[in-house]
């Protein structure tokens, strides 16, 4: 079983409820991506690889990856948005993305 990382501000059950909702919410979202797109955000919030470097692995151009990125973190902020009220809160979560303990908890 894999370590369920929740922030330290989230102390009682209804916040790690909401966080696990929200996990649910983004990972249907990154799995719904298109292939090339799901691949392109992995590469870069699970693998921490920059766009230079996940251009040269797919032999894309950087416009490309950043192109695909935009419209993960597109489709994600629109699939969160109903979840979250604060920008602060957009923040974290999408700080959590890169968070190595996030992507094990998926």
Known sequence: DLKEFTP???????????????????????????????????????????????????????????SQMTKALRKLRHALKPHVFFVGDFALILSCLRAEEFFQSM
Do not use: G
């Open 8 to 66: 330290p501000a989230l102390s009682n059950s209804s916040e790690i409820v909401e966080l696990k909702q929200l996990k649910q919410i983004i990972r249907q979202t990154v799995e719904d991506l298109p292939e090339k797109c799901q691949e392109i955000f992995r590469l870069s919030r699970e693998h921490y690889l920059t766009n230079q470097q996940i251009a040269e692995r797919l032999h894309l151009s950087v416009k490309t990856v950043e």
